[in-house]
Nanobody, 125 residues
Framework: QFVESGGGLVHPGGSLRLSCAASGFPLDYYGIAWFRQAPGQEREGVGCMSRDGGSSHYAHSAKGRFTIFRDTNTAYLRVNSLTAEGTAVYYC??????????????????????WGKGIQVTVSS
């Protein structure tokens, strides 16, 4: 499972760092991904990163606004220049991955072994 932190209320133009710390499994054997679900919308992928952090892939809509990074045990999502459209529940996820993988896309939702419960981010003045 994941222990999540970093959500909350942020003003427009602000930034956040969301964290998902792995608990009970070795995150460094897994690729990581982030998703978001805005109110009334389907969950959508933000991007993903390989287990060694050497490769990442972002959804076209996410490029420039989101940054995924990681350390041995924790997955992070940095969100910059938030607007009201940034209001969403953000989810982290992990899939078992081979070392040295070069990502040209992210796994579909069905491919993940672990999911976070979701981190609420609300952008409002």
């Amino acid at each position: 499972q994941f222990v999540e932190s970093g959500g909350g209320l942020v003003h427009p133009g602000g930034s956040l760092r969301l964290s998902c710390a792995a608990s009970g499994f070795p995150l460094d054997y897994y690729g990581i991904a982030w998703f978001r679900q805005a109110p009334g919308q389907e969950r959508e992928g933000v991007g993903c990163m390989s287990r060694d952090g050497g490769s990442s892939h972002y959804a076209h809509s996410a490029k420039g606004r989101f940054t995924i990074f990681r350390d041995t045990n924790t997955a992070y999502l940095r969100v910059n220049s938030l607007t009201a459209e940034g209001t969403a529940v953000y989810y982290c996820a992990a899939w078992p991955s081979d070392p040295g993988m070069v990502l040209r896309s992210c796994p579909t939702s069905a491919g993940y072994t672990y999911w976070g419960k979701g981190i609420q981010v609300t952008v409002s003045s």
